[in-house]
């Protein structure tokens, strides 16, 4: 039995990231010593049901730059205090904290980029330390075939260094038993940050609301943008028609309610919004952005697959789909072709196969 550890910038966060970590540390107690540590604990929010044993390495949110020595000093002494085996990176974002804290140890680290190399919002320090990372982390596990080759070519990293493992999906019991051809509601999951592209949502969503006044556009999610999308909404005349409804508990459940999902994202990893839309039966449609959507979405097939950023192209597809209520219905018969690639077993092998190897 190996001690495994999952280092998380914040577990009390809602996003993607730090779901997936805590749902894979769940999934391998069976045969390991779990660990999941999160650097800070910024919400009293965390689910104290998880099995595996939990830390929180500082429950003040800190600088890492101005702080490296402090945090890492701690995250060593625990480490070692629990004899960890191998260190689980969960974004870049932790990078420097446990390539300082692991250094001198016998304790293998691996890098696990939640994001993608092609995605530059996040400025130098986030492509230092995803340069950190690649070169000096014993293992790199990316989303995407792309962005693993991305690693292997800009890093010049060893092929067998870089392994693919896909999100996993868990198809719910709440989906759709019957997709609603007549909804007349649009659907957009993701958090109210940047990278998620709202300010090409709202021009997008300008468009479809002068042909189609009639329908409606909800975004489930919180973030940090939330005030400035809320004014774009405002300033474009969109409040009848786009309403930010906040982080809802039962998601699943809500699916059903609508026709499709659209993302407008900049960047993604493996958008599982996209995942859980089609296990709804929902067409969906995004742009063609780095990395994940073209993995997931077969074009023309079970939703559209817009040209990366083409504004005009998007608002055309939502209308089209908007107007053809058969086009609608062929694309959820189809919406599960691609879901066996994410199924929960398949990729937890991986994750098993990867932690054996190393």
Not at 39 to 51: D, P
Not at 232 to 241: G, H, S, T
Request: proline content about 2%; glycine content about 6%; overall charge neutral.
């Amino acid at each position: 039995m190996k001690r495994i550890g999952f280092l998380i910038y914040d577990d009390s966060l809602t996003g993607g990231a730090e779901k997936i970590a805590k749902n894979i540390a769940t999934e391998l107690l069976d045969e390991n010593e779990v660990y999941v540590i999160s650097l800070f604990q910024e919400k009293n929010n965390v689910n104290q049901e998880y099995k595996y044993n939990h830390y929180v390495v500082s429950t003040e949110t800190i600088s890492i730059t101005k702080n490296l020595f402090k945090l890492s000093k701690e995250l060593k002494r625990y480490l070692l205090e629990n004899k960890i085996d191998q260190l689980f990176c969960i974004t870049a974002g932790v990078n420097t904290v446990a390539l300082k804290a692991t250094k001198g140890t016998n304790i293998k680290t691996i890098y696990c980029e939640h994001s993608n190399l092609e995605n530059k919002t996040y400025g130098k320090k986030h492509e230092l330390r995803q340069y950190l990372g690649a070169k000096y982390m014993d293992k790199i596990v990316t989303l995407t075939e792309r962005d693993k080759n991305n690693f292997i070519k800009m890093f010049k990293v060893p092929e067998a260094k870089v392994t693919c493992i896909p999100n996993w999906f868990i198809h719910s019991n709440t989906g759709n038993e019957q997709y609603k051809t007549d909804s007349n509601k649009i659907i957009t999951v993701g958090r109210l940050e940047k990278v998620k592209g709202y300010d090409m949502l709202v021009k997008v969503a300008k468009g479809v609301y002068e042909k189609h006044p009639d329908w409606k556009w909800d975004i489930y999610g919180e973030g940090t943008c939330r005030e400035e999308i809320t004014q774009q909404i405002k300033d474009n005349n969109l409040e009848e028609f786009v309403e930010l409804k906040g982080n809802v508990n039962n998601l699943n459940q809500i699916y059903g309610e609508y026709s499709f999902l659209v993302m407008t994202s900049y960047y993604e990893g493996i958008p599982l919004s996209l995942l859980e839309a089609q296990d709804a039966k929902l067409p969906i449609i995004s742009f063609d952005c780095p990395t994940g959507p073209s993995e997931i979405i077969e074009n023309n097939k079970n939703g559209f697959l817009i040209s990366c950023y083409n504004i005009d192209e998007m608002i055309n597809k939502i209308c089209e789909l908007i107007e053809n209520e058969n086009l609608r219905a062929d694309f959820s018969k189809n919406s599960d072709i691609n879901i066996h690639k994410f199924e929960k077993k398949e990729i937890l092998n991986k994750w098993k196969s990867l932690i054996s190897s190393i």
